[in-house]
């Protein structure tokens, strides 16, 4: 039988339901063989690239399952930052959001679209993005990043790059699988002029297996409410007053 393959790779094909909703998602059925292609090789040698787009994270269905039912629903711009394979871009667009997709890597941006298509929403478009480049377009009222605190270096880059892309009134949202990297984050951020607080996170994944990790969700230090910790919640969630 001939694998199915999507942008020139084997897939993998899914059904999740998270935060209550169906999703159908596709991803590069083995990572081993991305690792070991020869252009990834040559990429990692120019600028350690890794491949971690290529398969969906267990705290992009943390953020996911966090924008459909804890926050408010949406009516204005998002991006996704390191999107991977699109599970948060898409339960934002499900939410309201008119939502951009980002990442550094191209095939993450092609995969994004075709799970969006699959999952019968549309993007607002996609964008290549390296979050060590300063941003200079127009800022977002909604940033969502799923698992970028993976290495300690990137912390600083990541907080700064939010704090440029995020609206005066704007609202992030960036969860983590509880990494230590990710220790030093509050700090970094604080010091990009943004007022930070840690929501501890426990749910059921995809799968029935339990994740845990937190999701931070970051305004500017001088917005209206940045410390208001019911301010982008859904009134109706059961959650309100998680801490």
């Known amino acids: 039988m001939t694998p199915e393959t999507f942008a020139s790779f084997p897939i993998r094909r899914q059904h999740w339901t998270v935060g209550g909703e169906p999703f159908e998602l596709i991803w590069p059925a083995d990572m081993d063989a991305l690792l070991d292609d020869p252009r990834t090789r040559e990429r990692f040698r120019k600028d350690e690239y890794m491949p971690y787009w290529a398969t969906p994270w267990p705290s992009a269905a943390l953020l996911a399952e966090h924008v459909l039912t804890h926050c408010r629903p949406g009516a204005g711009r998002a991006i996704d930052l390191g999107c991977g394979v699109g599970l948060v871009a898409i339960a934002a667009a499900r939410a309201g959001w008119t939502v951009t997709a980002a990442d550094y890597d191209a095939d993450a941006l092609k995969f994004s679209e075709e799970n969006a298509r699959l999952n019968g929403v549309t993007l607002a478009g996609t964008a290549r993005v390296d979050w060590r480049t300063p941003f200079v377009a127009e800022p977002f009222d909604l940033v969502l990043a799923s698992d970028v605190l ?84 859904n009134e109706d969630s059961d959650d309100m007053d998680r801490p």
């Open 150 to 233: 993976y290495e300690r270096r990137h912390n600083g880059p990541v907080a700064r790059w939010i704090a440029a892309a995020l609206a005066p009134d704007g609202l992030a949202l960036v969860s983590d699988s509880n990494r230590g990297a990710a220790e030093g984050f509050p700090a970094i951020a604080a010091a990009a002029g943004l007022a930070v607080e840690r929501l501890a996170c426990e749910q059921p994944g995809p799968h029935g297996l339990l994740i845990r990790g937190a999701v931070y969700r970051l305004r500017h230090a001088d917005a209206p409410g940045a410390t208001d910790p019911t301010n982008g919640y």
